[in-house]
């Protein structure tokens, strides 16, 4: 593409959603646009404070940017890796560019590493760095040294380092970078992670090296996992943004790298996503086990259970990385938001509802763990039989459904079903292992709540179960019913429940909607198709035995990733734009999944 590398302050020229690429190193994450600039980074962690944004604003969110002017940019990842190559062509030149975050890097700094190749003739770049921390509230200051620049804020200091000087243009600091043909040229950004610490300047000749190694690491990574025969590429692509969000000193996985991209442009539908919910965990791990990502589902289980550890139940919909709770959510004023999307959110008021599914989540990830051989999760016994007893006290009470509905609590009957699967899933490591806990009462109130499903739960005339009690509309998290064991693929009523979502929630191109547009959920503006919800019918068509329709319609999504294989949370059919944040954790688990179902019939 064109790249016009002025620094108007009216240019509204917004990347799509689907165009952007995302790069980590297991602390946070930066996602970069299809010119090669930096788009969104947040140091030390996913859920800080933002230092380059003008992803949510072209005008106040500062820059990162090493850009040739009026060049044409090619980008891709490097296969099985998270670094980017992009080739720059320009009137008198060309050249290779490669970025990364360094990784697994070291445990006192982050680093962002360029590498510019000289190809044909001689590229000019400019290096940009005009840093807004915290949306712009902090002022910050910087000074320039031998060693490069040095920008400090909120006890936070950062070294950028670089082949050229760097100086002071009033918004920021540029400088200037000429690669000849066969020349080579280097910047290296380095952020200690413990505040009010020194960054340690790296030799600038080991950059090459530094990205190298990054390079091989993931690719060695790539090469341990259990891919299925069919769709690697993606699987693989799919595999490694999981690896992006899963915050590496405690294991757990957040939901998606950003905040409020907007899922309706122009709405208020605007979510922070950087936080980590129990939902997501049974899906999740049985994915990364799915994988062969041992080592990250064990970690994943074990922040689950140090986080129960400490809070008890009743559990909080979503923590921070740590397990502590999130921050309140709150509006940032003066930010346009993505393309006009306001309000701009940090935190999520999501955490405090009453989602039932969540106990089913939890206890289902413990039987995943004991299935596949970890008893990571049943070794903490005690706050597992909690959970099944909250479900048993609980289960009759509405809730918000595992959609977050900001509308009334009901009776949702996925939020029913997975209260039932957890006391299944309780009775059975009970038995299973010989430990204590209140057997009898399990039995019962797993009976009278299935049995309350299959009276209610179900459509007037007996044929298919509905979204809630009382509710004759369908919710695509029905797709889920025999994916936990509540009917088998075959029963009738699940047949012509996935017939009749196919139908009411179509979006086109068997791509659904969560729920039917006319529901209000307490919220303006329409979204869009939910990836998740898609890849559930892929899987659910193959429960049925479908399994051609399902391949046809997996091979119909794949068509719909970004450019660089990410998924964001939704997509738009007519435009095919992607939607909310990205990249979104629940969609590659989604694919992951669906891959491996599709896998498992051929």
């Known amino acids: 593409m064109s790249v016009d590398q002025t620094r108007n302050p009216s240019v509204s020229n917004y990347p799509a959603i689907g165009s952007l690429a995302a790069i980590g190193d297991g602390r946070s994450m930066a996602l970069v646009g299809p010119d090669g600039n930096v788009e969104w980074f947040c140091p030390q962690r996913f859920d800080g404070t933002p230092l380059i944004w003008p992803l949510l604003d072209r005008k106040r969110g500062g820059h990162l940017q090493l850009s040739a002017p009026g060049s044409d940019v090619q980008m891709q990842y490097l296969d099985g890796s998270a670094v980017l190559e992009f080739d720059v ?17 070291s445990d006192d700094h982050q680093r962002l590493l360029w590498q510019v190749d000289g190809l044909v003739g001689r590229c000019e770049f400019t290096l940009l760095f005009a840093p807004r921390p915290d949306f712009g509230s902090v002022a910050g200051e910087g000074s320039s040294s031998a060693e490069g620049l040095a920008y400090s804020y909120m006890g936070q200091q950062l070294l950028l380092q670089a082949d050229c000087p760097l100086c002071p243009d009033g918004e920021g600091w540029t400088g200037t970078l000429s690669v000849a043909a066969g020349g080579r040229a280097v910047v290296c950004l380095s952020v200690p992670l413990e505040q009010d610490t020194s960054p340690v300047p790296v030799s600038i000749e080991s950059v090459p090296a530094r990205i190298a190694a990054t390079l091989n690491a993931w690719r060695n990574w790539c090469a341990a996992l259990d891919f299925p025969a069919t769709y690697r590429t993606d699987v693989v692509r799919s595999a490694i943004s999981l690896k992006l969000l899963i915050y590496a000193p405690s294991g757990a996985v957040v939901a998606a790298g950003t905040t409020s991209l907007p899922e309706h442009l122009g709405g208020e539908r605007n979510w922070d996503y950087r936080y980590t919910w129990f939902r997501d965990a049974g899906l999740t791990l049985g994915a990364l086990f799915g994988l062969g990502c041992r080592d990250e589902a064990h970690r994943w289980a074990q922040w689950m259970q140090r986080t129960i550890e400490q809070h008890g139940t009743p559990l909080a919909v979503l923590y921070d990385v740590h397990g502590a709770a999130p921050p309140p959510e709150r509006i940032i004023e003066g930010v346009d938001g993505y393309r006009g999307s306001r309000p701009v959110r940090v935190g999520n008021a999501a955490d405090g509802q009453f989602q039932l599914d969540v106990y089913g989540e939890l206890l289902e990830c413990v039987s995943i763990c004991d299935s596949m051989g970890d008893d990571a999760m049943r ?23 595992i959609w977050e509905m900001r509308s009334a609590p009901r009776h949702y009957v996925h939020s029913k079903v997975m209260a039932w699967a957890g006391l299944q899933r309780a009775l059975w490591l009970k038995r299973r292992h010989d430990l204590d806990g209140d057997e009898e009462s399990w039995v019962n109130q797993a ?69 039917p547009a006319e529901i209000s959920d307490g919220l303006e503006g329409r979204e869009g198709a939910f990836f998740i919800c898609s890849f559930w019918l892929v899987e659910a068509l193959v429960q049925t035995g479908r399994h051609r329709e399902a391949k046809e319609l997996f091979e119909q999504l794949l068509q719909r990733k970004g450019e660089h294989g990410l998924f964001a949370e939704e997509f738009d059919t007519r435009s095919g734009q992607h939607l909310g944040n990205v990249p979104q954790a629940f969609s590659h688990v989604g694919l992951i999944n669906a891959a491996l179902s599709l896998d498992s019939t051929d």
Not at 91 to 96: H, I, L, Q
Not at 379 to 401: C, G, N, V, Y
């Open 447 to 515: 009976e009278a709540l299935r049995q309350l499903v299959l009276r209610r739960g179900v459509s007037a005339d007996g044929s298919h179960f509905i979204r809630a009690f009382d509710d004759e509309r369908l919710d695509a998290s029905l797709l889920l019913l025999a994916r936990v064991g509540f009917v088998e693929g075959s029963d009738e009523r699940f047949v012509n429940t996935v017939d009749v979502i196919r139908k009411q929630l179509d979006e086109g191109g068997g791509a659904l909607r969560r729920y």
């Open 89 to 105: 062509h320009s009137a008198s030149g060309c050249a290779r560019v490669s970025l990364c975050m360094e990784w697994p890097g």
């Open 379 to 401: 070794a903490h016994w005690p706050h597992m039989r909690a959970a099944a007893d909250f479900i048993a006290a609980h289960w009759q009470e509405p809730d918000q459904s």
